[in-house]
């Protein structure tokens, strides 16, 4: 059994920073890609930022420069650091982990339960 949870949002005001953590725990054999999406009221998920197990990452170009995205894979946790927090980045966070599950030999996806971010204008 795969658990994934997220931590890190909150309130902040335009301009300030926040850092958002996703860790995977439980029966897993290795992690591939970790990603970040966001969900804003009447929008569809979107994808932020990604991450390779090769350390490759992408963003949105509404992000770059900005938000940056790293991982742990001691830890199995991925993070996602948001600097120059704008209105517009208000949303439900959710992070994507794909991985291979103890004992199954292929991949699964796994999501975060989605944490609120919310920056004050």
């Known amino acids: 059994q795969v658990q994934v949870a997220e931590s890190g949002g909150g309130l902040v005001q335009a301009g300030g920073s926040l850092r958002l953590s996703c860790a995977a725990s439980g029966s897993i054999f290795s992690i591939n890609g970790m990603s970040w999406f966001r969900q804003a009221p009447g929008k569809q998920r979107e994808l932020v930022a990604g991450?390779?197990?090769?350390?490759?990452?992408n963003y949105a170009d509404s992000v770059r420069g900005r938000f940056s995205i790293s991982r742990d894979n001691a830890k199995s946790t991925v993070y996602l650091q948001m600097n120059s927090l704008k209105p517009e980045d208000t949303a439900v966070y959710y992070c994507k982990i794909v991985l291979r599950p103890k004992p199954t030999p292929g991949l699964a996806v796994y999501w975060g339960q989605g944490i609120q971010v919310t920056v004050s204008s």
């Open positions: 991450m390779t197990s090769g350390g490759d990452t």
